[in-house]
C-alpha cells in the first residue's frame, strides 16, 4: 500500500497485469509510502521545509494533519509509511539519530524504579545512554547474554518492563534467537524491541517473528550513502506508536525534512546495494580465513560461525558485517588499520564505501574495559563494513595491509 493506504501496481514492458497480492519488498522500497506531488506531479517526494502550517480556521484545526514541524512533517511522513511498510509494522516514528530513537524508546516504555533487559552485546552509545544516564534517574538495566533464551528468563524480574536485543550485535555478531525471545516476553508481558540496524528488513523481520517494536539507525543502510543521520521506531500496534510518538514530540527530538527526503532516496537501493554488500562480505570473510596472519574471522556465513544455523533461519542474507584479529595482537591489528589503502578507517557502517574501525577506541570506547573482555569484544578486533567497491580490489588492500 502507499500514502494513505493507496493501492499501487506496477506493469512490465508488454503491459501485463502485475501479481496480485502485495508486492514484493524491492518494489515496495521504491514506491511504498509515496505518491506523486499532488500540485505538480513531482515524482519526488516534495522537501517541506516548512515550520508551520496554515490553518482553515480554529473550527478545523489540524484538517489537514499538520500543524508544526516538530511534531510532524510531510517528507518526514512518507519515510515513516515506507518504513512501516518494508518492517511490515503499524507505524514508524522517526528521530534525528539512532540513539534519538534508542532515547524515545526508554523514555515511552522506563520510569524510575523500572528494570530493562539488554543483550550483552551492544552498541556503545545504547550502552553509555543506559548506565550513564538512565541510571541516574533510578531505572536499572541488565546487560544479558541474549543469545541463551533461558538467561533472559532468569533475568526477568516483577518490575521490567523493556527487552532491548541487538542482533547482530554490534560488533561481535552474536545473534540472538528472536523466536524464542519473543515468545519468553509476551508469556511475561513485557515489549520486545529489537535493533534491526544490521541486517534491515530486507534480510532480518523481527515482527514476523513475533517482536514488538524494532529500532532502527537510519543513518546505515537505509542511507547507505554516509550523507545523514536518523532514526526510526517501527511499533507493532498502535498504543505503541501513541506511546512513541508522543515522546517524539514532547522532546522534539524528529528528524528533519532534508534527512528523510535523503533516506527516501536511499532507501530505493537497499535491497542492490545489500546483496552486493553481502556478496563481497562472503568473498572477504573467506579470504581472511584462510589467511595465515589472520588469529580469527567471524561473519555469520560462513559455515564455522557458532550461530550459523540460527542465521540461516532467521534471516534471508547474512550482512556485510565482518570482525577478525590480526596475529601479533592489538599492535598488529592497529599497523593494519593505520596502513590499509581503499578501506576507509571512519566510525559508522552500511554505506557504499568500505568502512574499517576499532570498536575500543571508536565506536565502543565509553565500554569499560572489564566489560568490553567480559563480552569478547577485544583489544585487538577489527571490524569491517563491506561496501561496493569491487570483491578483488577490497581483499588485494586488505593482504598489501597484512603484508603479503
Known amino acids: 500500500a502507499g500514502q494513505g493506504g493507496q493501492e499501487f501496481q506496477t506493469m512490465s514492458s508488454d503491459q501485463r497485469p502485475a501479481k496480485q497480492g502485495k508486492p514484493g519488498f524491492t518494489t515496495r522500497q521504491v514506491h511504498a509510502g509515496v505518491v506523486p506531488d499532488p500540485l505538480t506531479g513531482a515524482i519526488l517526494t516534495p522537501i517541506y521545509q516548512t515550520t508551520t502550517y496554515v490553518q482553515e480556521s480554529v473550527d478545523r484545526y489540524l484538517a489537514k494533519g499538520y500543524s508544526y514541524s516538530r511534531s510532524a512533517n510531510p517528507t518526514v511522513r512518507a519515510l515513516e509509511q515506507k518504513l512501516t511498510d518494508l518492517e511490515g509494522g503499524s507505524d514508524c516514528i522517526c528521530f534525528g539519530t539512532g540513539m534519538a530513537a534508542i532515547n524515545g524508546l526508554f523514555l515511552a516504555f522506563l520510569s524510575a524504579g523500572d528494570h530493562a533487559i539488554v543483550s550483552d552485546v551492544v552498541y556503545g552509545g545504547t550502552y553509555r545512554l543506559s548506565t550513564k544516564i538512565y541510571s541516574r534517574f533510578g531505572v536499572e538495566f541488565s546487560f544479558v547474554d541474549t543469545s541463551d533464551a533461558d538467561s ?3 533475568a526477568i524480574r516483577s518490575n521490567t518492563k523493556l527487552i ?3 542482533t547482530p550485535a554490534n560488533p561481535t555478531l552474536k545473534l540472538t534467537d528472536l523466536a524464542a525471545v519473543s515468545a519468553l516476553a509476551r508469556a511475561h508481558g513485557i515489549p520486545h524491541a529489537v535493533d534491526n540496524t544490521f541486517l534491515t528488513p530486507y534480510y532480518q523481520r523481527p515482527l514476523e517473528l513475533g517482536a514488538d517494536m524494532v529500532v532502527h539507525s537510519t543513518t546505515k543502510y537505509f542511507d547507505g550513502h ?9 511499533v507493532s500496534n498502535e498504543a505503541q506508536g501513541s506511546a512513541v510518538r508522543f515522546i517524539m514530540n514532547a522532546t522534539g527530538m524528529i528528524m528533519s525534512p532534508q534527512v528523510a527526503w535523503l533516506t527516501l532516496q536511499g532507501c530505493k537501493t537497499l535491497s542492490v546495494r545489500m546483496d552486493r554488500q553481502a556478496a563481497n562480505a562472503m568473498a572477504i570473510a573467506r579470504f581472511l580465513a584462510t589467511h595465515p596472519k589472520v588469529a580469527q574471522v567471524s561473519y555469520p556465513g560462513l559455515e564455522n560461525f557458532p550461530q550459523h544455523e540460527l542465521a540461516k533461519r532467521q534471516a534471508s542474507g547474512f550482512g556485510a558485517m565482518i570482525w577478525f584479529e590480526v596475529k601479533g595482537g592489538v599492535a598488529a591489528g592497529k599497523a593494519l588499520m593505520d596502513r590499509i589503502k581503499l578501506w576507509t578507517l571512519a566510525e559508522n557502517l552500511g554505506s557504499v564505501e568500505s568502512l574499517i574501525t576499532h570498536p575500543v577506541t571508536m565506536t565502543h570506547a565509553d565500554v569499560e574495559a572489564a566489560e568490553r573482555q567480559r563480552v569478547g569484544i577485544t583489544d585487538g578486533l577489527v571490524r ?21
Open 152 to 154: 533472559v528468563r532468569k
Open 164 to 166: 532491548l536485543t541487538e
Open 226 to 234: 554516509n550523507a545523514t543521520v536518523g532514526g526510526a521506531i517501527v
Open 384 to 404: 569491517l563494513s563491506v561496501g561496493l567497491e569491487d570483491a578483488d580490489d577490497l581483499i588485494d588492500a586488505l593482504r598489501n595491509a597484512l603484508g603479503d
